[in-house]
């Protein structure tokens, strides 16, 4: 089974905090995505990766930046978290070509105090 | 990507059919549909994607009207497990494939 880890379900951090959201794929997928999904919003798109190095920004990047220094590892930085990064956050990966199935990971509820 | 418009909620009786709809007039020749869905807490699983022709698989039917401008899902046999958010895309086809871009979805209900 295709599996999309993110490495942690549940986290509270302090206004200011720099945060790190860690995404591992183990199947060798080029593109990589992280989203963050608001009650009555639906899911964001903040950035993409669809090689190591490479990135693109999604639809609502202010804030965020993302590192991918190896293929099966996409990380999403908060630089100074603030109260209204307080989100779901949900990662995906798939092969490089449209005729493919993405894969998510079962979030991260991250909370800004 | 093209937009797509799908309604914000639907209700469906236990065991019976549930077709949810999706309008994406904008659509270009080289976009597939895609399907996900979404169940509270989870994060979205992949349910079907068509380019043309109707499609099938253990989960549902896709069926995409011949200008392509709409899609329909359907789950034959709905059951309290299908609740859930139902996102529906379009994704360009030719190229790498890039950004994934979700809308809104439509919540639907499976009632017992």
């Known amino acids: 089974d295709v599996k999309v880890t993110q490495s942690s379900r549940y986290l509270v951090k302090r206004t200011g905090e720099k945060v790190f959201l860690e995404c591992v794929q183990d199947?060798?997928?080029?593109?990589m995505f992280w989203y963050r999904q608001d009650p009555g919003l639906g899911l964001r798109l903040i950035y993409f990766?669809?090689?190591?190095?490479?990135?693109e920004k999604g639809d609502i990047p202010e804030g965020y930046s993302v590192s991918r220094e190896k293929k099966e590892r996409f990380s999403l930085i908060l630089e100074s978290a603030s109260t209204n990064q307080t989100s779901m956050y949900l990662c995906?990966?798939?092969?490089?070509?449209?005729?493919?199935?993405?894969?998510f990971g079962q979030g991260t509820r991250l909370t800004v105090v | 990507d093209a937009k797509t418009t799908q309604p914000t909620s639907m209700d469906c009786a236990e065991g019976r059919a549930a077709n949810l709809p999706c309008n994406h007039s904008?659509?270009?020749?080289?976009?597939?549909v895609y399907w996900y869905r979404q169940i509270h807490s989870q994060g979205p699983q992949y349910i079907i994607h068509?380019?043309?022709n109707n499609e099938t698989n253990e989960m549902a039917s896709l069926i995409i009207t011949e200008d392509r401008k709409s899609s329909t899902l359907i789950l034959p046999h709905a059951t309290l497990r299908d609740t859930a958010v139902y996102y529906c895309?379009?994704?360009?086809?030719?190229?790498?494939?890039?950004?994934?871009?979700f809308g809104s979805g439509t919540q639907l209900t499976v009632l017992p």
């Open positions: 895309i379009v994704r360009v086809a030719s190229g790498s494939a890039r950004q994934l871009t």
């Open positions: 068509g380019l043309k």
């Open positions: 199947m060798d997928h080029e593109n």
């Open positions: 904008t659509i270009s020749g080289n976009e597939y």
């Open positions: 990766s669809y090689d190591v190095k490479m990135k």
């Open positions: 995906a990966s798939s092969f490089l070509w449209a005729n493919t199935e993405a894969f």
